[in-house]
């Protein structure tokens, strides 16, 4: 029983881990932003997601409502993390035009971004807790249970930590399991690359 318990306080902590203020280059605007530029707002919602990955693209219709839903609280910032050539700043812009969105795109191509948050898949989520020029993560992974079929999701997480953290109510769910594609940053990939070279030789 004391082995569970401490298993399920080192799960839920991370929740809790404050994020230091980063900066990253916005293919919206073509400038760099910091995350303490919207320190005004009462949460952060980061994305990390793809311009071509099937789920995240399965999540652009429900992402465009939680925005619009919750646009005048909540910072929605999305970032990309791949280095692929159909995920460059170029075709991201390109993608944020067609997607109708005027939030924050961050071109994270060094993943240095996504070394801060430990960011494994796209979609995946981060909403923080704003509180000046403090931020902490209040829940971090999958914005719902069904990536494919948004008419049978049973249960918006994302949605309901949101309402949580703008009534000031502890997180309903902590953290949950982010379901999507892998998100390999240059260094990663070459690695990979080098082991399938040596296999096939």
């Not at 293919?27 to 949460?43: G, W």
């Amino acid at each position: 029983m004391k082995y569970l318990i401490v298993t399920l306080l080192s799960f839920s902590t991370p929740c809790f881990s404050q994020i230091s203020d980063f900066k990253g280059f916005d293919v919206q605007s073509q400038q760099t932003i910091s995350l303490s530029d919207f320190s005004n707002k009462k949460a952060i919602a980061i994305v990390f997601t793809s311009n071509v990955c099937p789920y995240s693209v399965y999540y652009e219709g429900r992402i465009t409502q939680l925005i619009a839903e919750f646009s005048n609280e909540v910072q929605f910032i999305l970032i990309n993390s791949h280095s692929d050539t159909k995920e460059s700043s170029s075709e991201m812009k390109n993608k944020l035009s067609a997607w109708g969105l005027s939030i924050p795109y961050i071109a994270d191509k060094d993943g240095a971004i996504k070394k801060i948050f430990n960011a494994r898949k796209c979609p995946e989520v981060y909403l923080l807790n704003s509180r000046g020029s403090t931020f902490s993560i209040f829940y971090k992974g999958a914005i719902d249970n069904n990536p494919q079929v948004a008419s049978d999701v049973k249960n918006r997480y994302l949605k309901k930590n949101v309402e949580s953290l703008l009534s000031g109510r502890p997180s309903s769910t902590g953290s949950t399991r982010p379901i999507g594609c892998i998100v390999k940053s240059p260094k990663e990939m070459a690695c990979s690359n080098a082991l399938t070279s040596s296999f096939f030789v």
